[in-house]
């Protein structure tokens, strides 16, 4: 590790003593990936203080109110390698790339993917032509997608983009269309009965979701919707196409916010979750449709039926406004025509 750490400081809030590395997993910002196991070697290596007191051993408790402040140095491991991997560029110039990202693909180097990601392929493709921002290992990337989710991605390539980016998308100025694959079709009446929380229905068909989201206290590795805490999210959807014997549909969805599994997470909270999908309504998508054939289609599709498909932005140079639009991945436009 190198002497140039991060320094983040918290305040534990109303709740149950907890231990110290707990606190400090959920409260680090979630973008850093950083495991609870790497917590712990910090705070064993003394880069964590509680109440201005250095703290060497994990499971010493935390109470309301208490300040904790972590230095997170970056690892050796954190150089970006440069990979010649053939992407698909929608646009490109001087300020910004745009990619149609692939399943399979992840965004960024992180825990577990140091090699094979957005990132070390565009290392190759730009070279030193991508902007740093304020990290490093992430150099270009304004926002993300989930490994298997396809579709358009806005890379800044000068400093002048990710600045402009970061504001377009912080202030939701730019807009991201997403269409996916979900089961049922959700209706007013049906979600009516379902008593769903934060939920409104707007004119023309349009149902809008604005459940907080935050990490599941019993699973770090997922999302869920919180009554408090967390941070807003707000996705709306309309049904665009409604299939079978209505069990399944497929949805557009545009995203107020750019909340981590933010849709996967809303459309499992209203009862519709993504076809596909192994973390949020896993074990449901097989259970669909009257056809044994539809079910067993469904069920061996290996990945959440998403993709972002349209992409609106204001150029960071020549202001001037621009959309961007994917096609369905062939993946996913086969299994559509197999259930049309």
Sequence with gaps: MNDDPKTF?????????TRLDRALTSL???????SRSRVSKLIKGGYVSLQGKVITIPKTLVYQDQELVIRVPESRADHIQAEKIDLDIVYEDAEIIVI????GMVVHPGAGNHTGTLVNALAYHCGQNLSNGSNKIRPGIVHRLDKDTTGLMVVAKTDRAMHSLTKQFSSRTAKRVYHALIKGV??????????????????GDIFRIYANIGRDPSNRKRFSTLGSGGKTAITRFQVMEIFQDRSLSLIKCWLETGRTHQIRVHMEYIGYPIIGDQIYGQGQQNICSTSPQINEIIGGFPR????????????PKTREKMVFEADLPEDLERLVSIIR
Excluded at 28 to 34: F, Q, T, V
Aim: overall charge negative; aromatic content about 4%.
């Design 100 to 103: 149609n990202k692939p399943s």
């Design 304 to 315: 959440q039926a998403l993709h972002a498909g349209q992409l609106e932005l204001i150029h």
């Design 186 to 203: 959700p209706t007013i009446p049906a979600l009516l009965v379902k008593n769903v929380n934060a939920l409104d229905f707007e004119p």
């Design 9 to 17: 400081s918290f305040l534990i809030e109303e709740g149950p003593p």
């Design 28 to 34: 680090l910002p979630e973008d850093l990936e950083i």
